[in-house]
């Protein structure tokens, strides 16, 4: 692992990154926070300078990048950009450590807040959170890979290092072209529900904060009560169909463009429709058997659903309240999550699949030693190396959450709160249940707790073993500072 050629090609990603923070200085100038707008101008300075000094580390081209030099280059990269971005909320009074949770739960769109008072904050901060979520949506790699032109060392390891789920599926033939292809896809849905949003009444402020938020499947809003604070069925209805298609593949939305029915042949969209029906059904069956309308629970039972399943973290309601039936079918959904591709966080409806596959595979080969019986997947043979790391990812991704669960129970949360809140900060959820429900927030957990969640936002965005693979001493033994 070549130290100077991984700190050279971080530090033209956060060069890029550092021009970001112009949008909340416009907003933060808008709104004539000015205060609030030099935490900005500061953390772009910072950014684009450090990243300048770090471009000096190794000036030649190289043009290869080594698979564990691209891990180490997207899981550092990802832990910089959060600790600059938590720059502006320092700047407001926050502690380095709520700092911090907040920017990581913003770039990796998990949407856990420890804000309490919204009242205290400006709208460019504000903003500022919901751009954070549009970024780390997609991707802060993907979209500098796509913007950058001179990021020409390794740009397909970049790429699948950081992409979500078991997939390497590429739209053009260059990898940049895929990359912008996807975002252009991704800014124009988010174009199209922020139309939508204006349409329905919301204020351009507040449709913008949404629109970025909702296809980045991340749920910051700048109303303290989320989406049930604006009290429109309009609005929960348009982004219900809007946080589908950001819990959908990506890759084939684009294709579907031009051949709709891929949608209905792809077996991973399928199954997430499936998902997303039964759940509906499930949790309107509980709410309207509580009590109260039927359209009322259907319109919440979806929106939840949704939210969930997608990993946004939206709230129409306080489903803190309901009933355990309804709240177990939440729970089970946190752990799902949405299509590989996507911008929902979670294990990704494809593994799912795959294990289920796997599992019945292995049970017929018990019956059948001798029968060649590979797993398949909207008719494509999966590899041994595939479900390979499938089952190993789904085993680290346990574990990972065991560990967190326990410290952050062993640091004082009680028991719903410390697996809810692991579960959904691991899964890039958002809110969970007990202390951390949708209407509350994390401020009030042990410091160490915030840190022990901030680090699982960071290794659940990327899939747990981009990050794992670098704790293995043999890396670091290897690594040297020039080629």
């Not at 530090?11 to 205060?35: D, H, I, Q, T």
């Not at 709520?98 to 920017?103: G, H, Q, V, Y």
């Not at 509580?290 to 129409?316: C, K």
């Amino acid at each position: 692992m070549r130290l100077s050629i991984i700190v050279t090609i971080a530090g033209g990603l956060l060069r890029g990154f550092g021009l970001m923070f112009v949008w909340p200085v416009v907003v933060a100038a808008y709104y004539r926070e000015w205060s609030d707008l030099w935490g900005f101008v500061v953390a772009g300075a910072v950014a684009i300078a450090l990243g300048q000094l770090m471009r000096l580390a190794h000036p030649e081209r190289e043009p290869d990048l080594r698979r564990i030099e691209a891990l180490a280059v997207v899981s550092g990269t990802w832990l910089v950009v959060a600790v600059l971005g938590a720059v502006p909320y320092v700047w407001v009074g926050l502690t380095p450590i709520d700092a911090l949770f907040e920017s990581m739960s913003g770039f990796t769109t998990t949407g856990a807040t420890i804000f309490t008072d919204f009242s205290a904050f400006g709208r460019g901060l504000l903003f500022w959170r919901s751009l954070t979520q549009w970024i780390g949506g997609m991707g802060v790699i993907t979209l500098f890979v796509a913007i950058l032109p001179r990021l020409a060392m390794g740009v397909g390891q970049l790429f699948f290092a950081e992409a979500p789920g078991p997939t390497d599926e590429k739209l053009t033939p260059q990898i940049r072209k895929t990359a912008a292809v996807l975002w252009r896809l991704y800014a124009g849905l988010t174009a199209a529900l922020f139309i939508a949003l204006m349409l329905a009444g919301m204020s351009p402020y507040d449709a913008i904060c949404h629109a970025l938020t909702t296809l980045a499947a991340g749920g910051f809003s700048p109303n303290p009560l989320s989406v049930a604070g604006y009290d429109s069925s309009a609005v929960e209805w348009i982004i219900c169909v809007f946080m589908f298609l950001a819990g959908a593949n990506f890759a084939l939305q684009f294709r579907a463009l031009s051949r709709p029915g891929l949608l209905v042949r792809d077996e991973e969209f399928r199954v997430y429709g499936v998902v997303v029906l039964v759940a509906t059904v499930l949790v309107t069956g509980f709410l309207w058997q509580a009590g109260g309308p039927l359209s009322t629970a259907v319109r919440q039972g979806l929106f939840q659903t949704l939210s969930i399943l997608t990993t946004t973290g939206f709230a129409s309601a306080d489903f803190n309240l309901w009933g355990d039936q309804t709240r177990m079918v939440l729970l089970a959904l946190m752990f799902i999550g949405g299509c590989a591709g996507s911008a929902a966080g979670g294990p990704k409806v494809l593994r799912h699949m795959l294990i289920g596959r796997y599992t019945l595979t292995e049970l017929r080969r018990t019956l059948h030693p001798r029968a060649v019986l590979p797993v398949k997947a909207s008719g494509k043979v999966i590899s041994d190396t595939v479900m390979r790391t499938v089952l190993v990812f789904f085993l680290f991704y346990v574990l990972t959450f065991a560990l967190c669960a326990m410290a952050v129970i062993l640091l004082g949360a009680d028991l719903v709160t410390g697996v809810t809140a692991t579960m959904a900060t691991l899964g890039n959820v958002g809110p969970g249940l007990g202390e951390v429900g949708p209407m509350a927030s994390y401020g009030h957990l042990h410091p160490l707790s915030k840190l022990v969640l901030t680090g699982a936002m960071w290794v659940g965005r990327l899939e747990v073993l981009t990050v794992l693979a670098l704790l293995r001493l043999e890396v670091w033994r290897s690594a040297h500072w020039r080629p």
